[in-house]
T-cell receptor
Framework: AQTVTQSQPEMSVQEAETVTLSCTYD???????LFWYKQPPSRQMILVIR??????QNATENRFSVNFQKAAKSFSLKISDSQLGDAAMYFC?????????????FGTGTRLTIIP | DTGVSQNPRHKITKRGQNVTFRCDPI?????LYWYRQTLGQGPEFLTY????????KSRLLSDRFSAERPKGSFSTLEIQRTEQGDSAMYLC?????????FGQGTRLTVV
């Protein structure tokens, strides 16, 4: 069975600084998808970024980028120029299937606090 | 289209009662998922549908839980004979291209 591990229950960062959230996973599959989801206090989960395992190039979305290390089964999220609106729970997730549209397996999350 | 809609947002029920939640997905999405999230944890998969077909059920889903998606549109999740351990946030998501869009969830409290 696939597992996703987030070893940092809480992180904090000064506004405008950069922070990296860690995620490791375990799978025997070679083709899969990895995601970072953000859950603000209103509790609606929002996709931050998606990475296809077959792509060597790391995904980026504006201030958000990932460091995908397939051999190490590591998938960290870097947030640059942190903003107050980035404060949320961040979940790393894994999926199989076309475009990653099978079930998501989530980690336990990292609570990110932004210090003004 | 305003996204994935879940009703009710909050439900308080007495132990032993049955409850039903509804999820209206984004209209063109053929996949619909149910997850359960307890405080301080990541969401746990319960079940998912492709159109009206239920493709997978988690072993977490006891016989007291049932889900339907008639005609491949909205979905309902029913919990029979609720227990205090069922207290959680129940999240619904839909997708068509692998990006899951989540609703705001239904918070169930069993007293």
């Amino acid at each position: 069975a696939q597992t996703v591990t987030q070893s940092q229950p809480e992180m904090s960062v000064q506004e405008a600084e950069t922070v990296t959230l860690s995620c490791t996973y375990d799978t025997s599959e070679s083709d899969y998808y990895l995601f970072w989801y953000k859950q603000p206090p209103s509790r609606q989960m929002i996709l931050v970024i998606r990475q296809e395992a077959y792509k060597q190039q790391n995904a980026t979305e504006n201030r958000f980028s990932v460091n995908f290390q397939k051999a190490a089964k590591s998938f960290s999220l870097k947030i640059s120029d942190s903003q107050l609106g980035d404060a949320a729970m961040y979940f790393c997730a894994y999926s199989l299937g076309d475009f990653g549209n099978e079930k998501l397996t989530f980690g336990t999350g990292t609570r990110l606090t932004i210090i003004p | 289209d305003t996204g994935v809609s879940q009703n009710p947002r909050h439900k308080i029920t007495k132990r032993g009662q049955n409850v039903t939640f509804r999820c209206d997905p984004i209209s063109e999405h053929n996949r619909l998922y149910w997850y359960r999230q307890t405080l301080g944890q990541g969401p746990e998969f319960l079940t998912y549908f492709q159109n009206e077909a239920q493709l997978e059920k988690s072993r977490l889903l006891s016989d007291r839980f049932s889900a339907e998606r008639p005609k491949g549109s909205f979905s309902t999740l029913e919990i029979q004979r609720t227990e205090q351990g069922d207290s959680a946030m129940y999240l619904c998501a839909s997708s068509s291209t692998g990006i899951a869009f989540f609703g705001q969830g239904t918070r169930l409290t069993v007293v």
